[in-house]
């Protein structure tokens, strides 16, 4: 229901663009999110729509990677520039079903997940 694309291998400084595509059940303008994870380490938050709809980044990607949507398409976008070694991971897109079926929660609880899309970094 949730399914990421647009991953690949780059080299160091280098950018590239993820998409994630939803339907209209799982699409929503609030706790809607993009993560990572690398190898040996957690999941961790890329950016992400808080339950306002404001939108938060991670300090390590701040100023480097944009998130952008396309409501009517039901699509997410992350574009990545300026990547660096530390930015390889499989990157995911999830999202919350109480928002995504148009209900409202006090908190996030980002329990609908795609598969991933590989992004690694070469120095």
């Known amino acids: 229901q949730l399914e990421e694309s647009g991953g690949g291998s780059v080299e160091s400084g280098g950018s590239l663009k993820l998409t994630c595509t939803a339907t209209?059940?799982?699409?929503?303008?609030?706790?809607m999110g993009w993560f990572r994870q690398a190898p040996g380490k957690e999941r961790e938050v890329v950016a992400r729509f808080e339950t306002d709809g404001v939108l938060t980044y991670a300090d390590s990607v701040k100023g480097r990677f944009t998130v952008s949507r396309d409501n009517a398409n039901n699509r997410m976008y992350l574009q990545m520039d300026n990547l660096e070694p530390g930015d390889s991971a499989l990157y995911f897109c999830a999202t919350d079903s109480v928002f995504a079926g148009g209900t409202w929660s006090s908190r996030c609880h980002f329990d609908i997940w795609g598969q991933g899309t590989q992004v690694t970094v070469s120095s």
């Open positions: 209209r059940y799982t699409y929503s303008k609030f706790c």
